[in-house]
């Protein structure tokens, strides 16, 4: 006698079973973005950006006509592109199977009005999600702007006079790209609360100077990027 | 019953498929090295799991983009952060000025080398950049009863950023009882300009909890009320607060204040409601003239244009309601720097010494999620 038998019910697990099968594998590969229309194979969700990524995060963004209304006409820049995990419209309960997507925050600050501009870029379908304004203290300086300010700090008579004849010898260090030169300039950032303080809602940058033997001591520079202006005073004697 | 051979072996290779795809979908959205996937304890079978992803990221330094944490081997994995980061370290010198925001520069971590992370004390050197380092330490005991004993351990995630002239220690630690630990550490040389004034360092973390998924969470306020003379209730009291409304809200040392945040659907195997309890460890309370420092917590509906700490009077309204949704809890701590002939000395119009590490954090602790003792024979 045969051991097995088409029963209906072993038809029905097996069918059953089959379909719960190809439906898992299918919309796996659906909630998979990595695996189609990522900008790059093997990048999961919550991965960093890729090189590419950047790029075109920043370039979508700078390209889009609201974008570009929110920022007007005066003066502004691309301040940073960052990863961003855009939350799903709707939640599931098993956490792998959350459909994240590629996004990425593209931050701009106007210097009229001293506002910055999130935008949130699809990176899959490569457009505009959402524009916000910010407050301008929401937004970090740019590496470009600590060179700004170091130029306007150079050409400043009472800096050279503080530094001498060493200021021709220093560089912007850019920390992010792991560029350390000895003889380097760094920045940190000054928010000023009082309105009667010269960096209220401007964008301030406080300069440091390093040589070989460390840093300058007892000397501040102060540059505002919005005013283009710069003070600098020796505060140990 | 009898035992059909084939229709055994079909069963049983349609559960091994149905197996092989489940687990294609129980993968992390993360990958290597970005991915950290640790079961205690770290030898025998396993009790507890952590699963991370991290990023870093200028600025913040290092971001914690998901954690989950199963509390059994038979339970599911459960989601606590969306997003953890550092979204501020603010710096006020005494005088009035300077006053700077340390992380709106965009800052990077600093890369590390096997000083920083040695492999003989649990390291391991991860990232692009080697920019952070995971360790996994023994945490001391984790409880005692008499002749019984257990020790504990932990999974930590650290990075440097390098501010120039300071260097913040940005630590996440994840511990094998579920428990989260978040730290800042001040370190390095004093600020050139002004190396004898004294400052603060205030960092503000932005912690995205989605307790069990980013819907239907809620904070209360808790307190604890002891009487306050003899002519009142002798009895001490916990009490706990809807926060129903986004606001700012303010520590007590007196009322061991913490934030209590949990979701509407839950619960241990005892019906008891889970949370996490998220409590500061902190020497001292910074006030300033700043709106943003003028509270210790703050409570506000999620929206992902809003990251930057020093903004934060500007996200809160009044208005929004946050019981039953998805929230983000904000903590502001801080670091007080009275500067010490330790700190160092000008040398030549040179700076030369290196502050010794100040830190400042919190806890977020499980409560009522385990359904008894972890870690308990």
Redesign the interface.
């Known amino acids: 006698m045969s051991?097995?038998?088409f029963v209906p019910s072993?038809i029905a697990?097996?069918t059953i079973?089959?379909a719960?099968?190809t439906f898992?594998?299918f919309s796996?590969n659906l909630?998979s973005p990595s695996e189609s229309a990522a900008p790059q194979e093997?990048?999961?969700?919550?991965?960093?950006l890729t090189n590419e990524e950047t790029r075109v995060a920043a370039q979508v963004a700078s390209a889009d006509p609201k974008v570009k209304a929110a920022l007007g006409s005066g003066r502004q820049r691309l301040?940073?592109v960052?990863?961003?995990?855009?939350?799903p419209a709707q939640?599931?309960?098993?956490?792998?199977?959350?459909e994240?997507g590629r996004h990425a925050?593209v931050l701009f600050y106007r210097y009229t009005g001293d506002q910055g501009i999130?935008v949130?870029v699809d990176l899959r379908q490569r457009a505009v999600v959402?524009i916000?304004r910010?407050?301008g203290?929401?937004?970090?300086?740019?590496?470009e702007e600590i060179g700004e300010a170091f130029n306007l700090a150079a050409r400043n008579e009472r800096v050279r006079s503080l530094l001498g004849s060493e200021i021709s010898g220093y560089r912007v260090a850019n920390?992010?790209e792991?560029d350390r030169p000895e003889n380097r300039v760094?920045?940190?950032?000054?928010?000023?609360?009082?309105p009667k303080?010269p960096c209220y809602r401007h964008r301030c940058i406080?300069l440091?100077?390093h040589?070989r033997?460390?840093?300058?001591?007892?000397?501040?520079v102060?540059v505002d990027l919005t005013a283009q202006t710069v003070r600098a005073e020796r505060?140990?004697r | 019953m009898r035992l059909?051979?084939?229709?055994l072996a079909?069963?049983l290779v349609?559960?091994f498929?149905?197996f092989a795809?489940?687990a294609?979908?129980?993968?992390?959205?993360?990958?290597s090295p970005?991915l950290i996937d640790q079961s205690f304890p770290t030898s025998g079978p396993m009790q507890t799991r952590w699963r991370i992803?991290w990023?870093?990221?200028?600025?913040n330094g290092l971001v914690i983009?998901?954690a989950?944490f199963q509390k059994s081997p038979s339970a599911p994995?459960m989601?606590v952060f969306?997003?953890a980061r550092v979204s501020e370290i603010?710096v006020p010198y005494h005088t009035g000025?300077?006053?700077?925001?340390?992380?709106?520069?965009?800052?990077?971590l600093i890369?590390l080398n096997s000083n920083d992370c040695p492999a003989a004390k649990g390291g391991l050197i991860l990232g692009?950049?080697s920019e952070v380092c995971r360790e996994l330490r023994d945490r001391g005991l984790a409880w005692k009863d008499d002749t019984r004993v257990r020790r504990g351990e932990e999974v930590a995630l650290w990075g440097a950023i390098?501010?120039?002239?300071y260097n913040y220690v940005i630590e996440w630690t994840f511990r094998d009882d579920g428990v989260i630990l978040g730290r800042v550490g001040a370190t390095a040389?004093n600020l050139?300009?002004?190396?004898f004034e004294a400052h603060m360092h205030g960092p503000i973390w932005r912690l995205d909890i989605d307790l069990n998924?980013?819907?239907g969470d809620s904070v209360h306020i808790a307190r604890h009320i002891e009487p306050s003379s003899i002519f009142t209730p002798q009895r001490a009291n916990d009490t706990m607060s809807l926060v129903a409304f986004e606001s700012g809200l303010q520590w007590n040392p007196l009322q061991f204040t913490a934030l209590h945040i949990q979701d509407a659907n839950l619960r241990n195997a005892r019906g008891h409601p889970s949370a996490y309890h998220l409590m500061p460890i902190r020497t001292g309370t910074p006030r300033h003239?700043?709106d943003f420092t003028k509270n210790d917590f703050w409570v506000t509906r999620?929206n992902?244009?809003e990251?930057?700490g020093?903004?934060l009077p500007?996200f809160v309204n009044f208005l929004t309601p946050v019981s039953n949704t998805?929230v983000v809890v904000w903590y502001y701590g801080g670091v007080h720097h009275l500067v010490r002939d330790e700190d160092g000395q000008?040398i030549?119009?040179?700076?030369?010494g290196e502050a010794h590490i100040m830190w400042t954090g919190f806890m977020m602790k499980p409560h009522n999620l385990f359904d008894t003792t972890p870690l308990f024979p």
């Open positions: 051991a097995f038998r072993t697990a097996a079973t089959i719960a099968v898992v594998t796996t909630a093997k990048v999961q969700p919550l991965d960093p301040i940073q960052e990863f961003f995990a855009q939350k939640a599931v309960g098993d956490p792998d199977r959350l994240i925050s999130h949130v959402s916000t910010l407050e203290r929401a937004v970090p300086l740019g590496v920390l992010a792991g760094e920045g940190l950032r000054v928010v000023a609360t009082s303080d406080y440091l100077f040589s033997e460390g840093y300058l001591a007892g000397t501040t102060n505060t140990i | 059909h051979p084939q229709r079909l069963t349609c559960s498929l149905l795809a489940a294609q979908t129980a993968r992390a959205q993360c990958s970005f992803c990023q870093p990221m200028a600025g983009t998901a989950f994995l989601r969306w997003d603010f000025s300077p006053r700077f925001l340390d992380v709106g520069f965009g800052f990077p890369r692009p950049g390098d501010a120039a002239n040389q050139p300009g002004v190396p998924g980013f819907t003239m700043e999620f992902g244009s990251m930057a020093a903004s500007s998805d000008i030549n119009g040179r700076w030369v």
